[in-house]
Structures are given as C-alpha cells and as structure tokens.
C-alpha cells in the first residue's frame, strides 16, 4: 500500500513538472505599441499614457505606461488581442482602441490613433439598470428598467428637448451602419422609440450635482400587483417615464410624467426596452434652430439597414450631438462589438448575465462638498462598474 502511494505521488509530480515546463516553454513574442496623438495637438514628451493589453480568448489582460516616444513593450503569446490607451491631461481625455489584432512571429507592432474629448461637466449617466429580473415563478421580468441621468457640472442643465434612444444593432452584433473603410459613420441609427424632454426652453432644470431617473414604468414594482416582487427596485417615485401612449398594452403612471415619442421604427412595441444583453444607448440635443418637428418630417434624416432588405427606416442622429453615450456589450468576449464611436466611448461595459437584477454605475471621481462628481473620460470600460446593485436616487458617500 505504502509502495502505491509513493507511485501514485511520483506520477502526480511528473505531471506537474511536465505541466510547468509546457508553460514555461510557451513561445513569447515582444509586441510593440505606439500611440498617435491626433493631427494639431502638438506634444513632444509622449508618456503617461496608459496601454492596455488584453487577450480576447483568455481575458488575460496586462496594462503599461508609454515612454516619451509613445512606445510600450509587453510580452505575450501568440493570439488575438485588443489595445486599448487612455490619458487625461487639465483640457482632454485621450482615448483610444485597436481590436483583434493578431499576434505572431510576423505581427508584433501596431499603433492606436488617440482621439481628444474637451473636459467638461455636464450630464452623464450615472447608472443603467437594464438586466431585468426573474419573478417568483422565475419568469423574465423588464418593466423595471431605469436609466439615471446626472448634471456632473457647477451649473443649471434645463432639460428641455433632452432626447434619449438606443443604437441598432441592439445586442452587440457587428454594425453594419460603416463606410467602404469599415469605420463607424458619423450618424447614428437609433432603433425602437426616440424619446424627448417636454418643455419650451427652461421649464425642467436640473440642479448641479443632482439627478432624475427616467423609469420604463413609474411604479413600485415590489409591491404593485402588476410588478415583480422579486424586483430591486421601487420606482414609483421616478422623475419620469417611457409611456407609449398609442398601445393598448402600456398603463400610465398616475404622478410620473411621460416624456414625448418623437419617432419608432415599430409601432408593434408597446414598453421602451434597453436591450437585457446590453445596448449602445445615447442622450442628445437638436442643434440650436432645429426643431423635432421638421427633423423627423425630413426624410434625409432616415436610413435603411445598409445591405438589408428591410425596409425600416431609422432615425439618424450626428455625433456631435450627442452629450452622453454608453456602450453596453454582451458579457461573451466573443460577441463585443463597437456601435459607438471612439470619441463617444473608447471603451464599453457589462453585466455579467441577463434577468440578474444588477446594472452598471459610474465611478466615484471625487466627492467635494457632500456632492460627487463621477468619473466622465469617455470610456466606460474606465468610468463604469458592473454587476451593482441598482441605487436609483442614491449617490455613494465614498470615492470609487
């Protein structure tokens, strides 16, 4: 028995030394990352800007400082990675992404271009509850989705033709809205409803360092008959909500008011759903002389899915309209794809499941005065945290 047992000790080590020299013995390859300022920033001393490494089949991520000429070095095996880079200076973020790049003896140098965002306040999404939760007899359950918006700035925000909607694709799929080199356009197609504020200008401030939380349906869905007593969340008390008056099928919060449907692309859809694997979602301002009015009555304002047959028609929004955007993918790391441009987030988030009861919030920057002030670089893959446990009305009392 004795004998056994040494045997059986022996061959376990063996394959443990056999394991380690494997891993050991895994070619490495130097892999080169450069960073591009953009064209007009001049800046002689490139360091400081933070380079992330991250293997897209193991998650393996590693993260290093560039040198004054923008270069940093990492070590790595063969595969397919994402880099990714970000800095902040006292007027811009810098952010950047290059993904699914294949590493290999004939591959190990490649660059990402940097795109500059102005600092600034303003509003931000604070937090997105948007996985929906399972009901006691483990139904899916989403009527409790919310998303919060907060004025991150010193100043009144009147939010006043403030509109809101989620991009098409709705579940990180590859976009097809690009042009012949493959890049995002600069319109956006927002895809189920387009919602906007009420309001002639100044009816609806929003006071620095304050929030509201706009509810897909304004009740208290732990204690409502029609809500989910497996629900997180009591919204009964939400600043506003999505009610889509011409369906049959939607009941009217008596108390929270409704904001305006400007346009859908179905008519069918009787709840304003966020995708429960995540979607790319976006608030904007019309420019300064543009009413709602004729911009959905103007049909170069609308596009077809390219290389569709469909004929749906989505409402395209410019970039530079828009204040706030969050990219929200599917937790497979096979299944995230861009929809939003890179200076509208450089990076993205998630939750780790659908139906889980859990939404993403933004970090804690800096809190002064009893009052935070959350993260806003641009990239949420930096300014948010997943798998929370929904807070709405609620701001943290400590720095992330």
């Excluded at 891993?23 to 960073?35: I, Q, R, W």
Aim: with cysteine; charged share 20%; hydrophobic share 35%.
């Amino acid at each position: 028995m004795k004998q056994t047992f040494i045997i059986i000790i022996a061959l376990i080590a063996g394959m443990f030394i056999t394991s380690c020299e494997k891993d050991e013995g895994a070619k490495l390859y130097d892999v080169t990352v450069s960073v591009i300022f953009p064209e007009g920033y001049t800046v002689t001393d490139m360091s400081g800007v933070s380079v992330k490494c991250l293997n897209t089949v193991s998650s393996k991520e590693e993260t290093a400082t560039t040198d004054a000429s923008g270069t940093v070095m990492f070590k790595v095996e063969a595969g397919t990675y994402t880099f990714s880079a970000t800095m902040t200076t006292e007027e811009f973020v810098f952010n950047g992404i290059t993904q699914n790049q294949q590493v290999d003896a004939q591959n190990t140098e490649f660059e990402v271009d940097l795109v500059a965002s102005a600092i600034g306040g303003g509003l931000v999404f604070k937090e997105i509850y948007y996985t929906g939760s399972r009901t006691p007899e483990d139904k899916s359950y989403y009527a409790d989705q919310f998303h919060e918006i907060y004025n991150n700035s010193d100043e009144v925000i009147y939010l006043d033709g403030l509109c809101i909607g989620v991009l098409q694709p709705t579940s990180s799929s590859p976009s097809d809205w690009v042009d012949d080199q493959g890049n995002l356009l600069d319109v956006l197609p927002i895809t189920y409803h387009t919602w906007m504020w009420p309001g002639t200008g100044e009816d609806y401030p929003l006071q620095p360092r304050t929030s509201v939380v706009l509810a897909q349906d304004g009740i208290d869905h732990q204690t409502d008959p029609a809500g989910n007593p497996n629900s997180p969340v009591n919204l009964g008390n939400a600043d506003w909500e999505t009610y889509v008056e011409w369906s049959d099928k939607d009941t009217d919060s008596p108390g929270v008011p409704n904001l305006i449907c400007i346009y859908t692309t179905t008519t069918s859809m009787y709840d304003w759903l966020h995708p429960v694997f995540g979607g790319a979602v976006v608030i904007f301002r019309l420019p300064t002389g543009l009413d709602y009015d004729s911009f959905v009555n103007n049909p170069d304002n609308f596009m077809t899915r390219p290389g569709s047959t469909s004929t749906t028609e989505y409402l395209m929004v410019h970039k530079d309209w828009v204040i706030d955007a969050v990219e929200i993918v599917r937790v497979e790391e096979d299944k995230r794809y861009k929809r939003l441009p890179i200076e509208l987030d450089a990076g993205y988030t998630f939750c780790s499941g659908t139906y889980i009861s859990k939404s993403i919030r933004r970090k804690v920057d800096k809190i002064i005065d009893g009052k935070v002030i959350y993260k806003d670089t641009n990239n949420s893959s930096e300014d948010f945290l997943g798998d929370q446990d929904p807070t709405p009305f609620v701001h943290p009392s400590t720095v992330d």
